[in-house]
């Protein structure tokens, strides 16, 4: 079995910043890409930012230059810095991973619990 927990949400006021962090535990082989989505009731869950095992990164447009996302592989830890907070950006954060739980196997896509992000005017 595989968790992440993610750390790091709550409130802060527009301009600010908050950092998310998620730490994946468990029958880890590998972890391939790392990334982070968000929810808004009603809405879609939308990819904010994901990074690979190399460090190569993919944003959303709606958060480039503002978060910045980074990765410790021998913690098997993803962050996510966040800057210039907008109220846009309230969501529940919910941290992903391809995690290889042995040789030969297939990644698999695991989900932490999500953690409250509120951004006020």
């Known amino acids: 079995q595989v968790q992440l927990v993610e750390s790091g949400g709550g409130l802060v006021q527009a301009g600010g910043s908050l950092r998310l962090s998620c730490a994946a535990s468990?029958?880890?082989?590998?972890?391939?890409?790392m990334g982070w989505y968000r929810q808004v009731p009603g809405k879609q869950r939308e990819l904010v930012a994901a990074?690979?095992?190399?460090?190569?990164?993919n944003y959303a447009d709606s958060v480039k230059g503002r978060f910045t996302i980074s990765r410790d592989n021998a913690k098997n830890t993803v962050y996510l810095q966040m800057t210039s907070l907008k109220p846009e950006d309230t969501a529940v954060y919910l941290c992903?991973?391809?995690?290889?739980?042995?040789?030969?196997?297939?990644?698999?896509?695991?989900w932490g619990q999500g953690t409250q992000v509120t951004v006020s005017s």
């Open positions: 992903n991973a391809e995690v290889v739980t042995g040789i030969l196997h297939m990644p698999y896509d695991y």
């Open positions: 468990g029958s880890i082989f590998s972890i391939d890409a």
């Open positions: 990074i690979t095992r190399g460090g190569s990164t």
